[in-house]
């Protein structure tokens, strides 16, 4: 069975890198015959800050599912075309707006050293912070701010987009259209009802809906719903191991 995890507040809580319990529990069901799949809304690169080195070559779907890396090398599975990477610049002059562009690995930031977000961009020094003209076929857009954020939005959203609001820190994430992390499990080799997932986000809900068992944080969108509280690491461990036996190779 594959077992996929979202990174994000998942099983890795403010950009911290995953528990050595949880590190435990994954040797546990790759020693088991089970495959790991890791999933973010982040890039690939700040997902590895998040693994232990053993496990950098296990399969990952970053920035909601627009790329892919399997046994360490990278694919884009889906990019901004000309025609609507055009509109998007155009509505970014006309509000304003700040913004960072990532391909598959370098990126594109205009927020600033003192924007929350840019400590968390490339932490590492992994990647490189490059000119528009000189990034690769972009990936991912998050909008950090603009004049008339809900606007911006809305054109987005009326051209569309698919364009998330991130409540908390007032952005907006932007992905090409028609990409979602289950295409992105489809073009790992994974089948429907052939996997489980623990998730705990709205990018989370193609991937639990196709899956054989899904668990979701705090939420009753699925049928196993894990209490978001001091114990929901003991709970996620707990129902892993539970279901490795299940579904037993």
């Keep these: 069975m594959q077992f996929v995890f979202n990174l994000d507040q998942t099983i890795s809580y403010d950009n911290q890198p995953v528990s050595l319990n949880l590190q435990y529990m994954f040797d546990f069901l790759k020693d088991n015959g089970h495959q790991l799949i890791f999933t973010s809304t982040g890039a690939v690169r700040n997902m590895l800050l998040k693994l232990d080195r053993r496990f950098h070559n296990e399969a990952m779907i970053g920035l909601e599912g627009a790329v892919i890396c399997k046994e360490g090398a990278l694919e884009q599975l889906s990019t901004f075309n000309q025609a609507d990477f ?27 050293p003192y924007n929350t977000l840019a400590a968390e961009i490339d932490s590492a020094k992994l990647a490189q912070n490059v000119s528009l003209k000189k990034i690769d076929p972009i990936s991912h857009i998050t909008i950090l701010a603009a004049d008339g954020l809900e606007n911006l939005q809305a054109e987005l959203s009326e051209s569309g987009f698919n364009v998330q609001l991130q409540q908390q820190e007032r952005r907006l ?24 997932a623990i998730g705990s986000d709205l990018t989370d809900l193609a991937v639990l809906e196709h899956a054989e068992y899904a668990s979701m944080i705090n939420t ?30």
């Excluded at 700040?98 to 927020?111: A, I, K, N, R, V």
């Excluded at 978001?228 to 190779?249: P, R």
């Design 220 to 249: 009753d969108y699925t049928k196993s719903r894990l209490p978001n509280d001091d114990k929901v690491e003991k709970h996620i461990i707990d129902t892993c191991y539970e279901l490795s036996k299940k579904y037993a190779i």
């Design 173 to 196: 994430a932007i992905t090409p259209k028609r990409i979602n992390k289950w295409h992105a499990l489809q073009r790992l080799g994974v089948y429907e009802k052939d996997y489980v």
């Design 86 to 112: 055009t509109t998007i610049q155009q509505l970014i002059e006309k509000y304003d707006a700040t913004f960072l562009m990532e391909s598959e690995w370098d990126y594109c930031y205009t927020g600033g």
